[in-house]
């Protein structure tokens, strides 16, 4: 059974850093991306990054959160810093079935596995 589990969510003060894991199971992905929702919001994109440690952010998070994984460990991480209060929402690891060429890495509907997601609460 191929599973995607988030952890590492929790309640932090503006300003402040939380890491998340996405831990993978049953099969390994050459892609990975992280994704948020916010109550009464569209889900949204943060990150993905490639089996080559290609990266790519969404602009509202650049240059704060970084994406990295350990193949060793099929794991993927989000380190989020200076967090900021419109940071709050449910995020979540996906992956698509396969990486292929003209995959669009912030879509949403190009992923076909979720975790069931992590809170992160920014206090002002």
């Known amino acids: 059974q191929v599973q995607l589990v988030e952890s590492g969510g929790g309640l932090v003060q503006a300003g402040g850093s939380l890491r998340l894991s996405c831990a993978a199971s049953?099969?390994?992905?050459?892609?990975y991306a992280w994704f948020r929702q916010a109550l009464g919001k569209e889900r949204e994109f943060v990150a993905t990054?490639?089996?080559?440690?290609?990266?790519f952010y969404a602009d509202s998070v650049k240059g704060r959160f970084t994406i990295s994984g350990d193949n060793a460990k099929n794991t993927v991480y989000l380190q989020m810093n200076n967090l900021k209060p419109d940071d709050t929402a449910v995020y979540y690891c996906?992956?698509?079935?396969?990486?292929?060429?003209?995959?669009?890495?912030?879509?949403?509907?190009?992923?076909?596995?979720w975790g069931q997601g992590t809170q992160v609460t920014v206090a002002p």
């Open positions: 996906a992956a698509p079935n396969r990486l292929r060429s003209g995959l669009l890495v912030a879509a949403e509907h190009e992923y076909d596995y």
């Open positions: 049953g099969r390994t992905f050459d892609i």
């Open positions: 990054i490639t089996g080559n440690a290609g990266t």
